[in-house]
């Protein structure tokens, strides 16, 4: 073994490692430990871990444990979406709706159905529903969401930088699950899609 591969394997070992240390750190309740999960994610995210981008964004999003940076939120969640995140493509929709700026937001609500986030139909459709005349998108997208029940998608990468993407996904039983089947009794009378 070179000490080039030795080099590599080591990286990689030890962006791991930060990576889940960070991920035990962020759901301690006391900022000291959030401080220090968001200080090991920057470090992951130097040393190349791809899906380290979507927490740095989302840590600049909610500001629990830096200040918070819209232009820094945004910058990050393009690069996990960029890197394949879904997830990042949501939160970017979700940012831009709470800014009132639909188009962008429905532009990255479709992205991330697109790239296979479950959760981004229910937000897409709500949005619509404030339109009357895309009130039929929106139960199409409602009765999708349904149909495929209440799932949370968690994407793992193996070790190497350019294996394979293994999604596991898990069903829950959630509340938009249970608002999306309320939303569509209410609309059933009123359009027949």
């Not at 459709?125 to 009357?132: C, G, I």
Request: net charge positive.
């Amino acid at each position: 073994m070179t000490f080039k591969t030795f080099d590599r394997i080591a990286q990689v070992s030890l962006r791991n490692a930060l990576w889940l240390e960070a991920s035990y750190l962020e759901d301690l309740p006391d900022k000291h430990s959030l401080r220090k999960a968001f200080g090991l994610v920057r470090r992951a995210v130097k040393l190349g871990l791809r899906d380290a981008r979507g927490s740095l964004a989302y840590a600049y999003d909610r500001a629990d444990s830096v200040r918070p940076s819209r232009r820094m939120a945004v910058h990050w969640y393009r690069k996990a979406w960029r890197s394949g995140s879904s997830g990042a493509a949501r939160n970017l929709g979700i940012t831009m709706r709470m800014e009132g700026r639909t188009t962008s937001a429905i532009l990255w609500f479709r992205r991330a159905i697109a790239a296979g986030d479950p959760d981004a139909r229910f937000d897409l459709a709500k949005m619509l529903l404030e339109d009357p005349d895309r009130c039929v998108e929106a139960v199409r997208l409602l009765r999708e969401y349904v149909a495929r029940g209440p799932q949370e998608i968690y994407e793992v990468r193996p070790p190497g930088e350019n294996g394979p993407r293994v999604r596991l996904d898990v069903r829950l039983e959630d509340e938009d699950f249970e608002e999306a089947k309320r939303l569509l009794q209410e609309l059933k009378g009123s359009i027949s899609a």
